[in-house]
């Protein structure tokens, strides 16, 4: 598992062994998973439905293009990719 911090209070994690991407957005909070497109999930706080992340599975083999348009907040997948190569 790779961890890294991004911007501010942005940090992420890659499961290579299983090809998962997850992003994590301020300190953890009890949340739930809505699935906005087949495998690509945002995470909501159950306390008062602000982003707390986002999974994305099968990440290596997606188009990170494509699957911004699912994602409501702006991630560099681009800077991801470099740290992960």
Do not use: C, W
């Not at 890659?14 to 998962?20: A, I, L, M, R, W």
């Not at 495998?39 to 909501?44: K, W």
């Not at 439905?49 to 409501?72: L, Q, S």
């Amino acid at each position: 598992m790779f961890v890294q911090n991004l911007q501010g209070n942005i940090k992420y994690s890659y499961d290579y062994d299983h090809d998962v991407l997850y992003i994590y957005f301020g300190e953890p909070k009890v949340s739930y998973d809505d699935e906005a497109a087949p495998g690509v999930f945002i995470r909501f706080s159950e306390e008062d439905d602000v982003i707390t992340g986002v999974v994305i599975m099968d990440y290596k083999k997606r188009d990170v293009d494509a699957v911004t348009k699912y994602i409501p907040i702006h991630i560099n997948f681009h800077s991801i990719n470099e740290q992960l190569h």
